[in-house]
């Protein structure tokens, strides 16, 4: 999948999503917020000026959103995106209201549309996690200059091929054809047995 691809999915298949903000105090604050448009250049949605939710975007002009689909654990998919916004104004409204028409429910006249305004995550970096494939599958992207950062488990030039590691691993992603042996990130759940196992300290968890 591409980039537009994951953004399509937050929009039309989930659309309701999880957001955390940051306070005043430096608090995470969560609130639920519908994404109501895509391109490449990232997602749209709106809210109204009055909201405590407007205000803190304006002041840290960043957001982090989880996107989950699925009736059970083993049955979701979920999409992460961390990323900057920036304020559109009202001139997308009348563009985001016509592909979400439920909106004219909660806002009927067009006095009280007026109150709202709409933001753009412009830059930004997410994480596709599909728990409905076996093994499970997951993807990293991102999208206006964003940078990807990868965290997990690696193995190093200490490896002695023992297959301590690849015995406990719960999706099996650890490829042992040649050493060091490596651990496929497509497939990794970041769960950390891998390390507990490796009797000489091969495996280290680390940022890319």
């Known amino acids: 999948m591409e980039t537009k691809d994951y953004l399509e999915y937050v929009v039309k298949e989930v659309h309701t999503t999880i957001v955390a903000t940051v306070d005043e105090e430096g608090s995470p604050v969560t609130s639920v917020i519908d994404m109501m448009d895509f391109d490449e250049k990232g997602l749209y949605f709106l809210t109204a000026k009055g909201k405590s939710f407007y205000q ?4 840290r002009g960043c957001l982090s959103l989880t996107a989950l689909k699925g009736e059970t654990s083993l049955s979701s998919v979920s999409i992460s995106v961390r990323g900057k916004v920036r304020e559109l ?3 997308k409204i ?4 016509k592909k979400n028409p439920y909106m004219y429910e909660i806002y009927p006249t067009e006095e009280s549309r007026e109150v709202l305004t709409a933001f753009q995550i412009y830059e930004g970096s997410g994480e596709w996690f599909d728990l409905s494939r076996r ?9 206006g200059g964003g940078k990807a950062e990868v965290n997990g488990f690696f193995i190093s030039d200490a490896c002695i091929g023992c297959g301590s590691c690849a015995a406990v691993c719960p999706q099996n992603c650890i490829l042992s054809e040649k050493i060091p042996y490596v651990i496929d990130r497509d497939h990794c759940l970041n769960c950390g047995a891998c390390q507990k196992a490796c009797p000489c300290g091969a495996i280290e968890k680390r940022s890319l």
């Open 135 to 143: 093994p499970i599958e997951r993807a990293v992207f991102t999208f």
């Open 94 to 97: 009348p563009d985001l209201l």
């Open 89 to 91: 104004g009202y001139e």
């Open 56 to 59: 803190r975007l304006k002041k």
